[in-house]
């Protein structure tokens, strides 16, 4: 309805007001800007510092295959709360996404504290480090080049 556009508007103008920000800047633009400004500056943290118990995490290596499973879940769901989310592919098992964060992407990877709570997510995805996908991809790719000659 009108109505809640306009109560919708006025409480987006306060917010900005608020944190200090111009009202009449696209909240788009505005974090898009601010994405900019945290890659080149480089104010990324390893993701695994946001995790106070990260050392204390079990190694899936330990666990049975139900208690990886929750361990997967319980970490995505921080993860998420930290804007960060992963995308498996159909050939990684939830051992295989737990064995990737713990190993890969928890410790070789930034994140933003900036962008918490904002419309942005990073995402990561397990076909970039499965074998079954790369030569799925390098397939494909193949293909195309054949049916696309240039």
Same mark, same amino acid.
Request: aromatic fraction near 6%; glycine fraction near 6%.
């Given at each position: 309805?009108?109505? *809640? ?116 997510? *990073? ?28």
């Amino acid at each position: 309805t009108n109505l *809640q556009r306009e109560l919708d508007r006025e409480a987006r103008a306060i917010d900005s007001i608020v944190h200090g920000r111009d009202p009449d800047e696209d909240e788009d633009l505005r974090e898009i800007g601010l994405i900019d400004r945290c890659h080149e500056e480089g104010r990324g943290k390893p993701i695994r510092s946001f995790l106070k118990d990260f050392d204390k995490l079990p190694r899936p290596e330990d666990l049975d295959d139900e208690a990886v499973e929750g361990e997967l879940k319980g970490l995505l769901v921080r993860l998420a709360m930290l804007n960060v989310a992963i995308h498996v592919c159909e050939h990684f098992t939830p051992r295989d996404c737990y064995r990737l964060l713990l190993d890969e992407i928890l410790n070789g990877h930034d994140a933003f504290e900036e962008i918490i709570g904002t419309g942005w997510v *990073q995402n990561y995805m397990t076909s970039e480090f499965c074998p079954q996908c790369e030569a799925q991809a390098e397939e494909d790719y193949r293909k195309y080049s054949e049916e696309n000659p240039k």
